[in-house]
């Protein structure tokens, strides 16, 4: 039964099937969704139920406690005119795109390096050199980059004086023209695991014969990089690009930890806007009016970038 | 053969629930901030334990009740605790509170008011110390007047630690320096603004960082204290028209604070408002680069290694780790006054004022009156804070100076002693001033300046439209009439 | 019986050789720290942010695991059953949304997918309400349902792209076998989709270890707290004690580490398999 449903050709049902009506087609699947029933439940119960009630509360003012009454769009309004979300916005414009360029780019980078190996076990290890630091919490990474940053003795002001840059040492984290680059370069030049696997696993499929004739027409490495690597991995690009846009909107304990979105508005973005909104000031509402903002955005910039990768994979 | 175990495994079952129904405990949750009984490792060995014996002496003299000590992380992950366990009404029975907090939360009845409770007689202080016969006796009125909620009346935090703050200062640096370490005044290394100034000034020629400080909210922050000290003595002839009448000299309440913004009897735009931002100002340059992002951690870290001089702290709770960190001569000073030699506003001031730091208190939570235990927790508060159990607390962890009559400031904490005589400031923290929202925004914009990113016509106009829009916020909320100021 | 290969470095790969050394050397730089600094004192560390000293405090590492250990084995049940539920469920999940047409597929996949962009902490109040009132505060089925949950997300679209990818002609030769399609998921599906499942169990083991708010407000028990909240004992409004905070943070990576040694050949395959895409 469940047969034919399966997407393979060999079965050829799907066409029958899609002719019949819905109830029927339904019934038919019925152990499918038997099968989803947990995964959908657990979903619905944990995750949607609290992000709806999120929704909800943007249409009132809560202080999480009894103060809860409806103001309809009033939250959505006051972020138009609100000066400290507008910086927010404008500063993680930056960083993201900053972010998304970085972590796209080093992880390519060094995925090119690796396929370039002649020894398979030398590029098995440093696959595995360079997945190793994942097991390290984030949380240990900021306190180890407050200490690269610390003005006085930080490791990055030392180095400058090694060289005898002393000129160019900086309270980095406590000047507002530098703490969003050095908030961008937090963890340089760490490879994010995922995408730096997945992009790997893109070049890695790029059949051997492709870059054989490649060669035997003379391409060199930089020309191989552009009319095949990069062309033949693009959904893979596409989709770390897509996540590490996802990760760094919704990060909000770098800046914490670090500058507090300080100095003055300087590094405040909106994800640590919303967190203190809700804990610090006890308005869950408006909280949850950015919080809502901040998905519709993501949704729609990942539908972009689908959309335009699909665009140019399909040209 | 397992129908057998099955039935023994059902009879236990079915005893069990019924020995538990039986036994009818209870169990008290409490947070005790600093005094947690945390184990001792290598580099601290020895870490505050009284508390552990205090819960256990109560424990056997109260058969039936528990009581479990809940640690809770101090800031970042803090704030999203107490909101969640609130809200899930899942929070501990006693929980230590910032005042500040307490009136923010107001509207949701999460704290029990325990006015009438401190009317009565605490049976755990002893005959002839102040308490037996009125809880509220064994505490000063400065402090209950410091932390009782204007809205309602209500008395909600049971204070019983005094922060003393004030300027550790390096001696053999100093001195290195041909700086003299002596106090001109009977609190204070400086006998005016000016001459702090001029010293630091001087340090800093000589190639220090003087003054170590830290300025972001994400770790207990030190800026604050000298924000309202300050601004108190610039308005120091002006500060009696904003009391409610009858009043004498008191750090000013939400209320009145707010009211008086609310009357134009202070606003963004006077000059003594300007005078004070200049002030500010002026003193900005000593301190050391990265201020504010910097840890208290970092700040610290300065001032132990002998590289700044000068590091503001907790005169109290960082005396401990001052003394057991340092090896270098040290002391602490209070701030010196702001007077004439500074500004014309503060012409009259004859004396700098005490950080009143009344900050963090015990509260009782909704959840006793929920499961009905109230009289018990608040027995069990009674107990832990009355003088006999207090003082052990204190004098096995020298952290704070304990607010009770009756209790010696521990050996440790002397220095701090001549500070407390000092009349409180009138204007606190940001934060308590006026709102939460207030202090962080006004910190925000006074790092704007300092940094230069806004100018001072910035800064005015964007100071008197926070002010005059959270005072508005404030009085509203608590529908608070402001008609006791005059214009 | 085995054979040692040496690795020796050759010509053409000398300069990928260096640019990766340079990269590795930069990315190991902290971690090299955190066990540097867990050897010191405070006053050690204060005095000397950078470089090892003398004498070195091991003692750090026997206080830190004195208070850490039973953390550790709390953590341990936590995370293994976290993995072994998403394992089970989201390869099911995977396999149907992979494998098979049917009404309200893409709308279930994408009430799935598009969880990844819900903010966590706006989420974190309501959610508490909701297991409070399932009766599950201070207890592990606080932390293990909602990991679960939370790691379904990931987890499902990772199982759907690899089960994708794997060739239709195994699942004919199975089919004409005459096997059903349970049998089919059971001995053809599973065991080709072991590194994914290595993948799966990796992301799961290292998000739930390291969290920290959510057992925060779920657990006040103090037998039951998992590893990330003992942790916290080593910092305080006062002071970090930061020899023993960076020992134990060492120390509870040892567990990571056994788990990345046995299944990092099948995690890397897993996620390298070319399967992942947009």
Sequence with gaps: MLRRLATSPSV????????SRLPIRVWRAKWLYVALLIPVAMLLIFEWLPAFSALYNSLYIWNGGKVHFYVGLEH??????????????TNLLGFVFFRVIMQTALPFFAAEMIINLRSARWSYWWKIIFVFPMVVPTILNYLIWRFIYNPQVGLLNEGLKLIGLDDYTHAWLGDPNTVMWALAFVRFPWLPTL??????????TIPQEVHESAAIDGAGFWRRLFYIDIPMTKRQITLAMILTMLFMTQRFDLFLVMTDGGPGYSSMVPALQLYQSAFHFLEFGYASAIGVVLFVAMLALTIINLRVSAGATSN | MYRRVLLVALFLLVFGAIAGQAQDEITIFATVGGYYPDEPTENNPDPPKMMNEIVAEYEAANPGVNVELVDVPSNISGDQWRSTVFNGQNEPHIIVNNYIRVWQEQGNDWYVPLNDYIEAPNPYIPEGTPGAERWADSIPDVVWNTTYHTGSGNQYVVTVNAVAVGFFYNIDMLEANGIDTEFDISYSLWEDWETMIAEMGAIAEAGYEPLALSMSTATPYTYNWFDGTSLTSMYIDHIESWWEPGASWHALNQREFACAIQNGLISAHDDAFADWLGLLADFEPMWVDGYATMTWDEAYRLFITGETPFLLGNAASNTLQVNRDADFNWSVSYFPPVTETTSPHAANNESAYLVGGFTSGFTVTDRARREGIEEQVVDFLMYMTAQPQWGRVVSDSPRSIPTQYGLDVPEALSAALAFLDLPIRALKDPDPRLSRRYGEDHRRLMQEYFTDQI????????????????????????????DFQME | MFKRKRLRIANH????????????????FPLVLVVITSLKSNTQFYHNFWLPELPFQ???????????????????LYSGSTICLIACIASVAGYVFARFHFPFKTALFLGFITLIMVPGVLTLAPRFVLVRDLGLVNTPGALISVWVSGGLVLSTWLMRSYFESLPQELFDAAYVDGAAERQVFFYVSVPLARPMIATVAMTTLISSWNDLIWPLVTITDKDKMPLAMGLMQFSSDFETDWGTLFAGYVISSIPLLCVFAVAMRQFISGLTSGSIKA
């Design chain 1, 76 to 89: 959505y309004e006051r972020m138009l005119s609100d000066r400290t979300f507008r910086v927010a916005i």
């Design chain 1, 195 to 204: 995408q730096f696997l997945i992009i790997l696993g893109g070049l890695q």
């Design chain 2, 455 to 482: 100018d001072l016509e910035t800064l005015i106009a964007e100071e008197d439209r926070l002010m005059t829009r959270e005072a508005r916020v404030v009085i509203a909320e608590n529908e608070w009439s402001c």
């Design chain 1, 12 to 19: 050829g049902a799907s066409k029958r099937e899609s002719q």
């Design chain 3, 58 to 76: 091991f003692g750090n590492y026997s206080s830190a695991f004195r208070i850490i250990w039973r953390y550790i084995v709390n953590s341990v």
């Design chain 3, 13 to 28: 790969d000398l300069p990928f050789q260096m640019v990766l050394v340079a990269f590795g050397i930069v990315t190991f």
